[in-house]
């Protein structure tokens, strides 16, 4: 399923396949990587996903800060990827430009709105992929193809010629073949020195995260979780949300992703809204109606929803020590299947909420998160999520690998 | 010097001037405000002091999320205000729109790059004004127009609906025309919880921040410092910039702004390059010669500097308690003189590589800091400034209450 059996045509990975070398050598010499059209790549239009938008913006001038720090640390850049219309999605299915291949699931989406990164990496066409993350877009498509998924702390890897979303949470992410690099990559982006490996203090399965998984996904990841029990031992214990939450109404997880609605689709108008009210753009069904959210939202609602974000941020932050982590399903659900997408605003027991429950908490902390690819239903990729205290990304990527090193 | 004898029209400060009326009531009631104009107002052009942006850009359709936040807390909107283009200055002579008013040195400039915000407040047209802050475009026009300034922790105030700059420091900033409102308006914006009064552990004075300055304006300062000493006692301490820096190298205040322009001058080519060279816009001179600096910029050096600038923020985070504070003059020199704009790009001893060397401090160090207007030289205003560690805004804006209430 690697490189010399899948083509590049039929992955349906890429919008632009091209050559640009890399600015020096560095601990990425010889990695060939891809970039999710949602950053800028100089010399090449940023199409975001969408027609309107790619014919209405020229070519970027100069490459997005993420794109020249892999440059100058030796990787080859590749091609751009197909993503979700403005990045406003977690499926992948691109009304325009169609669904990148997820080749261990070829029925299933590949998830989004990085859903061309992560099926480059699962094809073996790079080794890896920028993607974007602002409520899941780059954990989700790693959950649903297979691959290694990061997330960084909000704020510490460089947005200059990235497409912004939702500000308070838009963050660069990469997907990768393995945790090495998922690792090596991750530092150059984070700037940060390596740190010696160290085993995690205290791992707390989220109690309420597993439950509100699927019941194949339970089973499933009750493996890698007796797992990861074997691996840490004593170190492992089951926690609730409510440790988590600052107050009672925090100990349900509607009101984290609620909150986390509230803010990106507030933001997601006021970084977008002008734009689209401006330039009427066609969007795909599914597209439009989440962009139709964004106009119900009443907005008074906003500044609460800040406030609340801030006080689970600081819970999380302080229940959190610095070699503390947090386990939970990356997703509540496998890839659903192809043509059949859920419906966006639906009961708390619909696809996106259920989700974005899960999602929302590396949004709302400013967490770290790797979505690590260990276990599947028949097939089917889901990952398990690890997430740790904000700015602990380097330890969080120095466990990742050494849970691969004893699992792989 | 206030409203009563300072109209709207003399001051210059305005773009535009309205009224959105609360969304709420809360702890701004009754209270003013007004915004610069790279900020969102709902219905309104944000113009970024720049006719041709402002020509080829649509009335927003939504309020920026900070604004949201204001007026659900009790404020009145009044106005939008005059800014430099693109808010790449730290001077606020605008070449299209002209100057705002400097009403205790009439002859002398705001400083930008939220120049009209300044001007609003310390011409006592409004309570409080929103500027932005990437490289001190908060801080500096508090301290040349004799207002509270404030720059809040980098990533903790949304900048949905806010201009990119150079997005890894970008933040939205508050002038006020006391500590009171600024502290209250900033905690409106961080939606943090108020934290009970408490007194600095240690004030590092840093000794190459004074050195730096003009001699009058150490003199002019040196009284504000004594009252510090008298104030705090033995908490007062001269420290050097080598205590703060991880190596020899960073142990040189050119180091440190080098560092920072290297990556604010490859932000803003990201953020802005594509449209100025699609747009090809007409900038007035002194702006021009700054955006030519963001063209020359060898962009292989950018990966280094986004290393050194992470070792930087750590070597802060790491020697800053949560209860220390830095203290450095905002500006080490005297607003300039109208209609004489000093050399962007000059030697070390000219006007921006010495203001840049102060202001970088928090924006490499992600660190809140608050301008005290409590100098002036002549009837001339210069501001002293505290910086607080990353995330200490709340405590940083109760320190800021407390030398007014001493000192006013």
Chains 1, 2 share one sequence.
Request: net charge negative.
């Amino acid at each position: 399923m690697k490189s010399s059996t899948i083509t590049v045509a039929r992955t349906n990975a890429f919008v632009a396949t091209f050559d640009v070398s890399p600015a020096e050598t560095g601990s990425l010499d010889g990695l060939r990587f891809a970039v999710k059209d949602a950053i800028d790549v100089a010399g090449w239009k940023t199409g975001c996903g969408n027609p309107t938008w790619r014919d209405s913006h020229p070519p970027a001038v100069a490459h997005a800060v993420c794109v020249e720090q892999l440059l100058r640390a030796g990787a080859r850049c590749v091609g751009k990827t197909i993503c979700d219309e403005l990045a406003f999605s977690l499926l992948g299915e691109n009304h325009f430009y169609g669904t990148p291949l997820n080749p261990c699931a070829p029925d299933r989406v590949p998830g989004g709105s990085s859903s061309g990164s992560a099926s480059a990496v699962a094809c073996g066409l790079v080794d890896f992929a920028l993607g974007t993350d602002t409520g899941g877009s780059t954990r989700v498509p790693a959950s649903n193809c297979g691959v290694w998924g990061f997330r960084p702390s909000h704020g510490f890897v460089s947005l200059a010629g990235v497409n912004p979303l939702a500000p308070s949470f838009d963050t660069v992410g990469v997907l990768a073949r393995n945790a090495d690099l998922l690792a090596n990559v991750g530092l150059v982006l984070l700037a940060g020195a390596q740190v010696p490996p160290k085993k995690p203090a205290t791992i707390h399965l989220i109690r309420e995260a597993f439950a509100l998984a699927d019941a194949d996904v339970q089973t499933a990841l009750s493996e890698p979780v007796r797992f990861l029990r074997d691996l840490f031992r004593e170190r492992v214990q089951e926690s609730s949300l409510c440790d988590l939450a600052a107050d009672e109404v925090g100990s349900s997880f509607e009101t984290w992703a609620e909150t986390f609605c509230t803010i990106q689709w507030a933001e997601i108008k006021s970084c977008l809204g002008t734009w689209i009210a401006d330039a009427k753009p066609e969007f795909g069904p599914d597209i439009a109606a989440s962009f139709e959210l964004t106009n119900q939202l009443d907005r008074r609602r906003v500044a609460g929803a800040v406030e609340r974000r801030e006080q689970y941020f600081r819970s999380l932050h302080d229940f959190l020590g610095p070699h503390d982590l947090l386990c939970i399903p990356t997703t509540p659900a496998l890839a659903t299947r192809k043509g059949d997408p859920p419906a966006r605003s639906a009961n708390s027991s619909g696809y996106y909420p259920r989700t974005l429950a899960l999602t929302c908490i590396a949004g709302i902390g400013r967490l770290p998160q790797v979505s690590i690819p260990i276990a599947h239903v028949g097939g089917v990729p889901i990952g398990l999520s690890l997430l740790a205290r904000h700015r602990q990304d380097a330890f969080l990527l120095e466990v990742a690998k050494s849970v691969e090193q004893v699992c792989g």
